[in-house]
């Protein structure tokens, strides 16, 4: 799968503003809304808020991944947002988050739940692309450079 399979423009934001972790939440799941008929907003923000119950998606290096399963959905969908001021998300490594990205499952897609959230991490993980993606300064760019970047990845690979 790649990034835009689970992404549009529409649900990628840049410099989003959010005064707190459920606030950032709660925006991301509005993104997540856009575009989706089939997707109910407080569906979507109550199924990150039960997973981040469970610990932190902060995965470190001012990364935030939150994710969940959602009955009903019929196949994955994300949301990519910059946050204009780094926050606090309770990260395994103490920093504070500026880049979210957040996705959600059909409720029984276990591995591809787990597969979509190794190929995030991966991409994630990349400090440079992470900088790079922190310099964006329109929804379009970073639309781009997200799409652009793993179609890469993904030919190396082949």
């Given at each position: ?29 509005s993104l ?38 959602l009955k ?73 450079a997200l ?12």
């Open positions: 799968m790649q990034l835009n399979d689970l992404l549009t423009p529409k649900r990628v934001a840049v410099g989003m503003t959010a005064s707190s972790k459920k606030r950032a939440l709660e925006k991301i799941s997540l809304h856009e575009g989706s008929l089939e997707l109910d907003r407080n569906a979507a923000f109550q199924a990150l808020v039960e997973r981040e119950r469970l610990g932190s998606t902060g995965i470190g290096n001012g990364i935030a991944l939150p994710h969940g399963r009903g959905l019929r196949s994955p969908i994300g949301a990519f947002a910059t946050l204009e001021r780094e926050m606090d998300f309770d990260t395994i490594d103490g920093k504070p988050v500026r880049i979210i990205f957040a996705l959600l499952v059909p409720e029984n897609a276990n591995e591809e739940h787990l597969q979509i959230l190794s190929m995030l991490a991966a991409t994630f993980s990349d400090n440079d692309f992470c900088d790079r993606l922190l310099t964006m300064e329109s929804v379009d760019q970073a639309y781009q799409s652009a970047y793993h179609s890469s990845i993904s030919r190396k690979a082949s």
